[in-house]
């Protein structure tokens, strides 16, 4: 298993409390601060997806005038943890 707390950027949530397998399949997702339910439901749909779909799906997604959103920073999130950082 691969762990990592992620500060996120530029969002109204503060941290991405992420863990993945070996296989780079999404294991649990925790957002902290930000929209709740939305952030909730992002977590269940993510869960159980190979890292690399759920990149492929959520990079790039803004919010409102942000350059980025949570879906973005758990993007990013992945990429780190697929790297080893």
């Given amino acids: ?18 863990t993945v397998d070996e296989n780079n399949i999404i294991k649990q997702v925790v957002f902290f601060g930000g929209c709740h339910g939305n952030l909730q439901g992002i977590s269940k749909l993510v ?21 980025t959103s949570c879906p973005d920073q758990l993007s990013k999130a992945l990429e780190k943890i697929k790297a080893g950082e």
């Fill in 47 to 67: 869960q159980g997806m190979h890292a690399d779909d759920a990149i492929e799906r959520l990079k790039g997604i803004r919010c409102g005038y942000k350059s």
């Fill in 1 to 18: 298993m691969k762990h990592i707390l992620y500060n996120t950027q530029g969002t109204c949530s503060s941290q991405i409390d992420l």
